[in-house]
């Protein structure tokens, strides 16, 4: 058991978020998928539950604080989310479920998982400025970024980085907080909250027009007094572990440096993982240590070590909560006892792993040529 002095690393985690449940998966107009048997939905327990067991079972539990999360108030849910939305969530559960918005499903048990892992969110949050512990995870569900203020989307119901994001502004007074959301999808949702507000440096790293469509493409940069403070990075699939680290090197840690943030949160879903049903972008493991520890150095020199990171998608059962578990021991500063399994290094073989493929190159190119008008550092 480590020293609890040295223990700097919270995690925020609760056996009711594995209560969420979403059903079966279904294609996107809510039938089943024609003549094979039924599975359980992408979103379902399943990840969150084994990443929690991959985490015990390594050894890393010993470094770790836990953090039993509070559920969030209603007033704390719509500083973002409209009443009337919030009202529905909940009068549908009442009713034992269905579609909160645009495949967002819940059961009869989901408004209060949703609070609670909004509340968790919250939870990490007072934990770093109150100094409980000077960086934390929240292993939460259902995920949030997809949530716009009136409409769960995309598996999500509250938006738990965005109600964050809020706290830390309105209760503990930050002033610049910057988003990092590297889940494969674009954080739709977080950049409607902040589309105007230069208060929230807002970075999204995603799978080119994966999901939404729609959203976050290079030019949707902001808006009045928030342009060029929504960063969105749409990377072709396949870009790997190379582009990933080129790109925080060249565009992402600039900008973080001439804004100087005192916070920072990661919107984190793994499902850009090399393994992962939804997302191509064939990250390994070490891709999530890097990412971690540049937000872990990030956070030290300007924000006094605050540094929030959010669980969001990630959808292989198999090798996600490896992903995962890389992230957390690189927060804790401490390495699992159980090596990784044996399978998975050779995947690291790769040609993406090392070198920034050509459509890679040209998407990190022209994002850097884009945003370069509102950061002088890109120039
Ligand atoms: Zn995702």
Redesign the pocket.
Known sequence: MAEEATIRTGLVFDERYLQHNPGLKVLPNGEAYPWVEPELHWSNHRLVQRTKQLIDLSGISAYLKLLPPRMASLEEIERFHTPGYVARVERLCIEGGGDAGQGAPVNAGSFEVARLAAGGALTAVEAVYTDEVRRAFALIRPPGHHAVANLGMGFCVFNNVVLAALHAREVFGAERIVIVDW???NGNGTQQAFYNDRGVLFFSIHQDRLYPSDSGLLEQDGEGDGKGFTVNIPLPAGSGDAAYLALFDELILPVIDAYEPDLILVSA?Q?ASIMDQ??RMCLTTEAYRRMTSLMINRAERHALGKLVILQ??GYSETYGPYATLAIIETLAGSHAELPEPLPYERIVAQPHHSEVGPSARTAIDAAIEHYKQYWDTLG
Do not use: I, K, Q, T
Request: proline share 0%.
């Open positions: 889940d494969v999808h879903g499902d939804l997302g969001e998608g």
